[in-house]
T-cell receptor, first 111, second 114 residues
Framework: GAGVSQSPSNKVTEKGKDVELRCDPI?????LYWYRQSLGQGLEFLIY????????KSGLPSDRFSAERTGGSVSTLTIQRTQQEDSAVYLC?????????FGPGTRLLVL | AQTVTQSQPEMSVQEAETVTLSCTYD???????LFWYKQPPSRQMILVIR??????QNATENRFSVNFQKAAKSFSLKISDSQLGDAAMYFC???????????FGAGTILRVKS
């Protein structure tokens, strides 16, 4: 079956612009996660959605970051007024059977 | 807070040989899950193997096996008969009960020499 998909694959933006990153989870998975991977680093948790429960936003680095999940499926991560330190790979994962399955990520470059 | 430590930034192995990647973690929980993920240059995170903490038997997936030492909080990955396609960044990760976020180590770059 289809895995987790993310779009765009790459995004280049100018400092101060807003960006939206999209994640389509595996069908039937109720859990959805966003992580950030800075150059040469491990993965940093950002936010987690589980069904209709309030999301766990404890990993969001600032109020410029927000995410929503519509209809319990597709999720969008929004970064407002992007900064150069936001440059990273943003990975989405969906969860089933105690395991998280990752998408290919969106590489964001802020100039 | 839980932490995961991978003390080997980089490892090399000759094709067809065996290599072991180290991982230690810190937690006060008794029930949890441990994972090894592989990230090739394509950046797609691929699940290699999973271990439930309540299981004493070490997990095995074909050429990949783990040495899970719960008391020592150690979770190493052994790759047997290494292949060129095994070259990648390997991440060790810790997760609590279903649905919780994963905590990742910093990763180990594995190079496979032909």
């Amino acid at each position: 079956g289809a895995g987790v998909s993310q779009s765009p694959s790459n995004k280049v933006t100018e400092k101060g612009k807003d960006v939206e990153l999209r994640c389509d989870p595996i069908s039937g998975h109720t859990a959805l996660y966003w992580y950030r991977q800075s150059l040469g680093q491990g993965l940093e948790f950002l936010i987690y959605f589980q069904g209709n429960s309030a999301p766990d936003k404890s990993g969001l680095p600032s109020d410029r970051f927000s995410a929503e999940r519509t209809g319990g499926s597709v999720s969008t991560l929004t970064i407002q007024r992007t900064q150069q330190e936001d440059s990273a790979v943003y990975l989405c994962a969906s969860g089933g059977q105690e395991t998280q399955y990752f998408g290919p990520g969106t590489r964001l470059l802020v100039l | 807070a839980q932490t995961v430590t991978q003390s080997q930034p980089e490892m090399s192995v000759q094709e067809a040989e065996t290599v072991t990647l180290s991982c230690t973690y810190d937690t006060s929980e008794s029930d949890y899950y441990l994972f090894w993920y592989k990230q090739p240059p394509s950046r797609q995170m691929i699940l290699v193997i999973r271990q439930e903490a309540y299981k004493q038997q070490n997990a095995t997936e074909n050429r990949f096996s783990v040495n899970f030492q719960k008391a020592a909080k150690s979770f190493s990955l052994k790759i047997s008969d290494s292949q060129l396609g095994d070259a990648a960044m390997y991440f060790c990760a810790y997760g609590m009960e279903y649905g919780n976020k994963l905590v990742f180590g910093a990763g180990t770059i594995l190079r496979v020499k032909s």
